[in-house]
């Protein structure tokens, strides 16, 4: 029996569309969800509700009056928000504070650790497109 040697090499190149979005039209959806988000485990009704659309550009709207906030709420029912556009995302943890009139949203990103409450316009937004997130 003989040795043989040989030589090989692998290359890796990036693949543009898991590193950029290139698809400016991506689908864009977002979740309010009862458990953690993990890639591989999908998401059924009733332990995860799901906007697109109109929606989700909504919802964006809603988020973007946030003010910062040392303050949050108690955990509800769904306490996770994910938002997915195209190859991108992000997740929030989700508190809310029941008042007479109102429920106050508070949104935490899981990655920086930025807590902000969403404006009362904004927690309008989040509790028409998800009312059994609030009640």
Known sequence: ?????????????????????????????????????HPSVPFYYPDAVSIEGQGYERLTEALETGTPSTKNGEAGEYMYLTLLKGNRGQQFELSYHKRSQKVDVFVKDMNTDEQFKLSSEGAKIFHELFPSAVE
């Open 1 to 37: 029996m003989q040795a043989v040697r040989s030589n090989r090499s692998n290359r890796f190149k990036p693949n543009p569309f898991i590193t950029e979005p290139t698809d400016t039209d991506a689908v864009s959806i977002g979740y309010v969800h009862k458990y953690p988000y």
